[in-house]
């Protein structure tokens, strides 16, 4: 038994745009309110140390491999337990093309394994909250920079 989370966002700015902030780990901590600290290489088969901050949560360190990055329409890592058979998180952030400048976020996550059904029974409502508090961050962020960039040409 498991669950899976699955949020999504519309952003006005193309997907290449869109992919260099999320592959850009080391500036997480000026913009994103749930991931705010991501340590590591972020390439396929490499760890990553990750600091979130779950909303009314206490802040949680953890490691997850990088499984793709995919420029520019995916970035996906996997974390868990050290017995993935007990709990697996495959976490994904997938882009689509919406049309001249527009992109599609999906972001979700699907939990596998033994405590997966408890913990996402837990936690599921509120790891969704966190995925569009950080989603609406990166819009913003995106969106602000890109604007930015256009003025200044």
Known sequence: MGGRIETEVEIAAPPETVYAALADIARYGEWNPYLVEVRGTPEPGQTLKVRSQP???????????????SPPSCIRWEGGLPDRAQFRGDHRWELEVLGTGRTL???HETFTGE?????????GDAIRGDF??????LKC?????DACHQAAE
Do not use: K
């Open 132 to 137: 569009e508090r950080m989603n609406e961050a």
């Open 55 to 69: 909303a009314g949560r206490e802040e949680m360190e953890y490691e997850v491999q990088v499984v793709a990055m």
């Open 141 to 145: 962020r995106v969106e602000t920079q």
């Open 105 to 107: 976020l999906r972001h």
């Open 115 to 123: 405590l997966a059904g408890d913990i996402f029974e837990a936690a």
